[in-house]
């Protein structure tokens, strides 16, 4: 067996961590926890990454790229209703198909606000950019018109909130949504 490049270390890391850091949140997760998983020392973890922050900075990049490269990918050539129902539709298949990502992007907006509150901004200002790259990818599909983005990115948050509550998919709660939402809904967190 080949030995792993420390390129391809660092992506290992960067999937372990995202499954720890979205069942234990940034401060929940050990670095050991990480290193663990992956099967390296805390030493080695630490030439690849200076330090925690960077851990978790690099899986919310990884996060929002998959999340912005699938809407890229779906939505190329359409605009209007069909981008949006391509775009909600991969989500939905994104979430169902993989629960920790959702988990991952809930963890994200807490870490934030709980790192502003003590004063660290780099955080923030990683999720608020990748937030923007991703209002940005949906926002030209949908005409530039800023209401339907800002209608499409708060139901997706909405169905962020529900499925991370457990709402069952036939719940009256996901009546007014996609079709494709009430998919997400099936997930079990």
Same mark, same amino acid.
């Given at each position: 067996? %080949?030995? @792993?490049? %420390?390129?391809?270390?660092?992506?290992?890391?960067?999937?372990?961590?995202?499954?720890?850091?979205?069942?234990?949140?940034?401060?929940? +997760?050990?670095?050991?926890?990480?290193?663990?998983?992956?099967?390296?020392?805390?030493?080695?973890?630490?030439? *690849?990454?200076?330090?925690?922050?960077?851990?978790? *900075?690099?899986?919310?990049?990884?996060?929002?790229?998959?999340?912005?490269?699938?809407?890229?990918?779906?939505?190329?050539?359409?605009?209007?209703?069909?981008?949006? +129902?391509? @775009?909600?539709?991969?989500? $939905?298949? *994104?979430?169902?198909?993989?629960?920790?990502?959702? *988990? @991952? !992007? =809930?963890?994200?907006?807490? +870490?934030? %606000?709980? $790192?502003? !509150?003590?004063?660290?901004?780099?955080?923030?200002?990683?999720?608020?950019?990748?937030?923007?790259?991703?209002?940005?990818? /949906?926002?030209?599909?949908?005409?530039?018109?800023?209401?339907?983005? +800002?209608?499409? =990115?708060?139901?997706?948050?909405?169905?962020?909130?529900?499925?991370? @509550?457990?709402?069952?998919?036939?719940?009256? /709660?996901?009546?007014?949504?996609?079709?494709?939402? !009430?998919? $997400?809904?099936?997930?079990?967190?």
């Amino acid at each position: 067996m %080949a030995r @792993m490049s %420390a390129e391809e270390r660092r992506e290992s890391v960067i999937r372990a961590a995202a499954q720890e850091f979205a069942r234990g949140g940034y401060y929940g +997760t050990s670095t050991e926890t990480i290193a663990k998983k992956v099967g390296v020392s805390q030493p080695y973890l630490f030439r *690849l990454f200076p330090g925690k922050k960077a851990i978790f *900075l690099a899986t919310v990049h990884r996060c929002m790229d998959d999340i912005i490269r699938t809407f890229e990918e779906v939505s190329d050539g359409l605009e209007g209703a069909e981008a949006m +129902t391509a @775009m909600a539709n991969a989500y $939905a298949r *994104l979430v169902t198909e993989d629960p920790d990502r959702l *988990l @991952m !992007q =809930m963890q994200m907006y807490v +870490t934030v %606000a709980a $790192a502003e !509150q003590a004063g660290d901004h780099e955080l923030g200002e990683a999720v608020r950019a990748g937030w923007m790259r991703l209002w940005d990818i /949906v926002h030209l599909p949908l005409g530039a018109d800023v209401t339907e983005t +800002t209608n499409f =990115m708060a139901r997706g948050m909405l169905i962020n909130s529900l499925v991370a @509550m457990g709402f069952p998919p036939e719940h009256r /709660v996901w009546a007014g949504l996609y079709p494709s939402a !009430q998919d $997400a809904g099936r997930l079990e967190i």
